[in-house]
DNA sequence: TCTAGATGGTAGACAGTGTCAACCGTAGGG
DNA sequence: CCCTACGGTTGACACTGTCTACCATCTAGA
């Protein structure tokens, strides 16, 4: 029986790595079990990823590649600021729609970023785009004087952002008793809040 | 040679697996290890812990315990907004001077909440902590009628705490290039803002 | 064309893991 | 005085990551 050809197993050990930690957990994740649903001997994995490590490394890359092209394929502003709310809601939406991979870049205790080349690559370009379009926006120092084109506010948007999408995937929304109801007007809330602050 | 008798076992093997943790890794946290330490067999932990999980659960309500404490040690305010403000830096002292304890609050993947009352039980508190302070806060709808004491501003509050604390020990900062100094600067805007945003 | 090496697969062995089962000494209550 | 529960023990099992060794095939160079 024909297992899959050459390069093709390297990829596909890749995409059955990622099944594979969204059925039972990254914690789960095992490189004989890949082996063995691809068909292929416990070894195999070895000749195209140096440990465990890695092929997590490699699941991790491709979740940064999807997250920069959700980022990407936002509807674009006509305002910096405008553009920057239309990002600010492609990020809450990629989490939404894939929180499994936005737990992995993010909530997920990641192997040395050094060790990885293509990981770091794949995160520094998502970053970029968040970046790029955060230092788009003058952002005047509140009481302070205006016209202060430095980035500090940067990790307070992104701070908002992140820290909603990181809770509303995790168990403490539940915990303090909010229902999905309360959660949605209170992003809606955050959204017009950090449009106050940034757009008085 | 006598080991640590009775009781004390137990809490030893609590103390151990966080050593453990702090060491190695929430990953490498293995039962046979912490036995190993304490002198004694490999199977003495489960006298006491039905699994591995259920260890990590202890080790997490710990966590959750300390956190608590760390929330209610902080200097109280004079008015409900200048103690909320407290507890804000109270919660972000504790993620910057305990990052481990954060990082196993927030961001590791807990063993269902179900099976583990006592991490429940002590989450429940330390959230109740939380939730009260924001509660006290008599927050008016932006842009709509004012006194609307709901909680939907507590989201926004507390995923900019939690987004900044989580980001802060992320490899993030390092990946987008935000120095110690920026990163001092943009904490203390986030508060400015938040301020602004709640106290118009 | 022959040959050397790289590439990508195989099987076997080893240490380490979580967990199940069986055993065993001691303390305390009927 | 026995019995039971508790807190510890050893042994075994299946599973894991990783090391080593082996083998087949393609590809380049002589």
């Known amino acids: 029986m024909p297992q899959k050809k050459a390069d093709n197993l390297k990829t596909a050990l890749v995409d059955e790595a990622f099944a594979v930690i969204e059925e039972k957990g990254v914690e789960q994740l095992s490189f004989r079990e890949i082996a063995r649903r691809l068909g292929v001997s416990h ?3 070895y000749k195209h990823f140096p440990s ?4 997590l490394a490699a699941v991790v890359a491709r979740c940064f590649e999807s997250f920069s092209e959700h980022l990407n394929a936002r509807p674009r502003g006509n305002t910096p600021a405008d553009d920057l709310r239309n990002m600010g809601l492609a990020y809450l939406d990629f989490a939404k729609e894939h929180p499994l991979k936005y737990r992995l870049m993010f909530n997920t205790p990641l192997p040395p970023l050094k060790d990885h080349a293509e990981m770091l690559a794949q995160s520094q ?22 016209r202060d084109p430095e980035k500090h ?3 307070f948007i992104w701070s908002a952002l992140h820290g909603l999408a990181s809770l509303m995937q995790s168990d403490a929304m539940e915990i303090v008793g909010l229902s999905e109801e309360e959660r949605a007007i209170g992003t809606e809330r955050l959204f017009r809040r950090l449009s106050l602050a940034l757009d008085p």
């Open 52 to 55: 465990r490590d890695h092929i």
């Open 125 to 146: 370009y998502a970053f970029s785009l968040l970046r790029d379009r955060l230092l788009s926006m003058d952002l005047s120092d509140p009481g302070g004087s205006p």
């Open 43 to 45: 070894q195999a994995p």
């Open 153 to 155: 506010d940067a990790i």
